[in-house]
Nanobody, 124 residues
Framework: QLQLVESGGGLVQSGGSLRLSCGASGFTLDGYAIGWFRQLPGKEREGVSCISRGGGNTNYADSVKGRFTISRDNAKNTAYLQMNSLKPEDTAVYYC?????????????????WGQGTQVTVSS
């Protein structure tokens, strides 16, 4: 059974950095694109970034471009989201998902396998 576990969130001041990790159990990520999503309070989930199966193509939402970097380590079955220059508007719960492909910054998810996410809070 596929289980995704996001970690690395926390409370950080504006301008700070965090590195999120996405691990999977019961599932091998290396055959899929991986997307990071976030859900702001009271809003729909949005695609933040997506990386292709081999890692050669990365895409970002305009709101995070130049500040966030997505990467993956297939040997560790893990994906990452390095977040720099964080802003209060980045405050959200962040989720990862495997996808069939990247459609821009949004992964075409393979199913409804949302984990509990990791909370990122950026104070001003």
């Amino acid at each position: 059974q596929l289980q995704l576990v996001e970690s690395g969130g926390g409370l950080v001041q504006s301008g700070g950095s965090l590195r999120l990790s996405c691990g999977a159990s019961g599932f091998t990520l290396d055959g899929y694109a991986i997307g990071w999503f976030r859900q702001l309070p009271g809003k729909e989930r949005e695609g933040v970034s997506c990386i292709s199966r081999g890692g050669g193509n990365t895409n970002y939402a305009d709101s995070v471009k130049g500040r966030f970097t997505i990467s993956r380590d297939n040997a560790k079955n893990t994906a990452y989201l390095q977040m720099n220059s964080l802003k209060p508007e980045d405050t959200a719960v962040y989720y990862c998902q495997p996808g069939y492909f990247c459609s821009g910054s949004v992964a075409a998810t393979i199913g409804d396998y949302w984990g509990q996410g990791t909370q990122v809070t950026v104070s001003s």
